[in-house]
T-cell receptor, first 113, second 111 residues
Framework: NAGVTQTPKFQVLKTGQSMTLQCAQD?????MYWYRQDPGMGLRLIYY???????DKGEVPNGYNVSRLNKREFSLRLESAAPSQTSVYFC????????????FGQGTRLTVV | QQPVQSPQAVILREGEDAVINCSSS?????VHWYRQKHGEAPVFLMI?????EQKGHEKISASFNEKKQQSSLYLTASQLSYSGTYFC????????????FGAGTQVVVTP
């Protein structure tokens, strides 16, 4: 089982460029999440999707957009990248929101120069 | 709102015990605990649902006091493999489904 797959694993962007981080899960989970991880700040929730077709803002949504394309896929888009968005991004999924364990992808290390 | 974890870091010798605390200003439906090794993704340890359950995972156990909106993770007779950063994740009453994490507690177990 692949679990949660994120692409790409590494990316360098110039300020102002746009890109989409892809996430797919093969566990038939309803809920999916995007987090960013910065030193000393833990994992901060960017966006959450309870089910296909629904999305909700988390703690730090500014500068990001998301699409829950279908039950398997949840993408994160940076429209105009800024150095403050340099971070490690994790996608996660769970069967039923916060009542079941979350499975994480391996992360995308993004640097904006 | 992120839950608050303490301590920020702890250094243990093999065989020693430690407690990591997690507290929230909001009523909680569930508390999760994860461990992350350097350069890797967080890995699930256990989940505690509303009801004050205590759960165990080998020599790692946890409690959840829903009235105090707190959870504690107990590392008993620590092993070298317990080293890593521990995160609590909480689902609060006004954010159904959303899982929000604390800043983490770095645990170093030395021989």
């Amino acid at each position: 089982n692949a679990g949660v797959t994120q692409t790409p694993k590494f990316q360098v962007l110039k300020t102002g460029q746009s890109m989409t981080l892809q996430c797919a899960q093969d566990m038939n989970h309803n809920s999916m999440y995007w987090y960013r991880q910065d030193p000393g700040m833990g994992l901060r929730l960017i966006y959450y999707s309870a089910s296909e077709g629904t999305t909700d803002k988390g703690e730090v949504p500014n500068g990001y957009n998301v699409s829950r394309l279908n039950k398997r896929e949840f993408s994160l888009r940076l429209e105009s990248a800024a150095p403050s968005q340099t971070s490690v991004y994790f996608c996660a999924s769970s069967e039923r929101g916060g009542n079941t364990e979350a499975f994480f992808g391996q992360g995308t290390r993004l640097t904006v120069v | 709102q992120q839950p608050v974890q303490s301590p920020q870091a702890v250094i243990l010798r093999e065989g020693e015990d430690a407690v990591i605390n997690c507290s929230s200003s909001k009523a909680l439906y569930s508390v999760h605990w994860y461990r992350q090794k350097h350069g890797e993704a967080p890995v699930f340890l256990m989940i505690l649902l509303k009801g004050g359950e205590q759960k165990g995972h080998e020599k790692i156990s946890a409690s959840f006091n829903e009235k105090k909106q707190q959870s504690s993770l107990y590392l008993t007779a620590s092993q070298l493999s317990y080293s890593g950063t521990y995160f609590c994740g909480t689902q609060s009453s006004d954010s159904w489904g959303k899982l929000q994490f604390g800043a983490g507690t770095q645990v170093v177990v030395t021989p």
